[in-house]
Nanobody
Framework: QVQLVESGGGLVQAGGSLRLSCAAS????????MGWFRQAPGKEREFVAAIGWSGRTTYNRDSVKGRFTISRDNAKNTVYLQMNSLKPEDTAVYYC????????????????WGQGTQVTVSS
């Protein structure tokens, strides 16, 4: 049974920073790609960032480039999302997810998901 547990969300003012963590268990973490997604009220879940199994390959959606950084520590079975210069439009529930093979921006390619952590950015 694969478990993903996100943490680190909260309320922050615009321009502030948060670091999200996602602790994984139940599969060989270092063999799988990881992704971060978010979902705002009334909107579809959207891709934020993804990282390959080794950590050498990363990519982000355009709106977070230069502000968000995804990383992973395979020794700790944990993936991170460092979020800087936060904007009110970043407000959403953030989810981590895992998939076999190469990283992807497509929601349907990920087979296990965490429960999500709320990020609220006030103006």
């Amino acid at each position: 049974q694969v478990q993903l547990v996100e943490s680190g969300g909260g309320l922050v003012q615009a321009g502030g920073s948060l670091r999200l963590s996602c602790a994984a268990s139940g599969r060989t973490f270092s063999s799988y790609a990881m992704g971060w997604f978010r979902q705002a009220p009334g909107k579809e879940r959207e891709f934020v960032a993804a990282i390959g199994w080794s950590g050498r390959t990363t990519y982000n959606r355009d709106s977070v480039k230069g502000r968000f950084t995804i990383s992973r520590d395979n020794a700790k079975n944990t993936v991170y999302l460092q979020m800087n210069s936060l904007k009110p439009e970043d407000t959403a529930v953030y989810y981590c997810a895992t998939k076999y093979g190469s990283s992807s921006s497509l929601v349907y390619e990920y087979d296990y998901w965490g429960q999500g952590t709320q990020v609220t950015v006030s103006s």
